[in-house]
């Protein structure tokens, strides 16, 4: 089965210019999460989706970033704009929508900020 | 926050058994744990849940105390590759819940 593509894999960007990250999920996966993981961390959810609705956005800080999920697949990641403490690695997982699933994870985006 | 408690560290002889502690003394009876571990510069990577009874795969084997308020996780064999950090999660099947990841545990496989 094909796992969760993320891309870029790398991307280097000034502080106040924006960034966007992109990621497919597994076919037929209804939840779709994306997690911002800092150097030295676990990684802490962004925001969620429940096909192409969000569940829950409460540490997404709105006020630059923004993700949206289209037609309940892909979905994207946008930073605007970006600040020198948005530098970490961004992953993207999905799992099915029901008891006892697993998610699975992509490579993640690592983005650095200068 | 999460709801687990790992060391942060361990170290584990090549080829012997890596035995992972958790926690997780205010789980609930609809929440499962799970184990996942990230290697350096990879996303995590899904290694083995359970609710009650203890699990095995091609991975792990995962031991539950009776009163679910800790678990294991066994690496029979532990090669070189195993060097990972290794998160455990407790999460219940309802609308809207996450994994929620602590800073785990970093495990170093010696030769």
């Given at each position: 089965e094909a796992g969760v593509a993320q891309s870029p894999r790398y991307k280097i960007i000034e502080k106040r210019q924006s960034v966007a990250f992109w990621c497919n999920p597994i076919s037929g996966h209804a939840t779709l999460y994306w997690y911002q993981q800092i150097l030295g961390q676990g990684p802490k959810l962004l925001i969620q989706f429940q096909n192409n609705g969000?569940?829950?956005?409460?540490?997404?800080?709105k006020d630059r970033f923004s993700a949206e999920r289209l037609k309940g697949v892909d979905s994207t990641l946008k930073i605007?704009?970006?600040?020198?403490?948005?530098?970490a690695v961004y992953l993207c997982a999905s799992s099915l929508d029901r008891r006892g699933s697993r998610a699975f994870f992509g490579q993640g985006t690592r983005l650095t900020v200068v | 926050d999460a709801k687990t408690t790992q060391p942060p560290s361990m170290d584990c002889a090549e080829g012997r058994a890596a035995n992972l502690p958790c926690n997780?003394?205010?789980?609930?009876?609809?929440e499962y744990v799970y184990w996942y571990r990230q290697i350096h510069s990879q996303g995590p990577q899904y290694i083995i849940h359970g609710l009650k009874n203890n699990e095995t795969n091609e991975m792990a084997s995962l031991i539950i105390t009776e009163d679910r308020k800790s678990s294991t996780l066994i690496l029979p064999h532990a090669t070189l590759r195993d060097t990972a950090v290794y998160y455990c999660i407790v999460r219940v099947w309802n609308y809207g819940q996450n994994f929620v990841f602590g800073p785990g545990t970093r495990l170093s496989v010696l030769p």
């Open positions: 969000v569940v829950d956005d409460s540490q997404l800080p605007q704009p970006a600040k020198l403490e948005d530098s | 997780h003394s205010t789980i609930s009876g609809n």
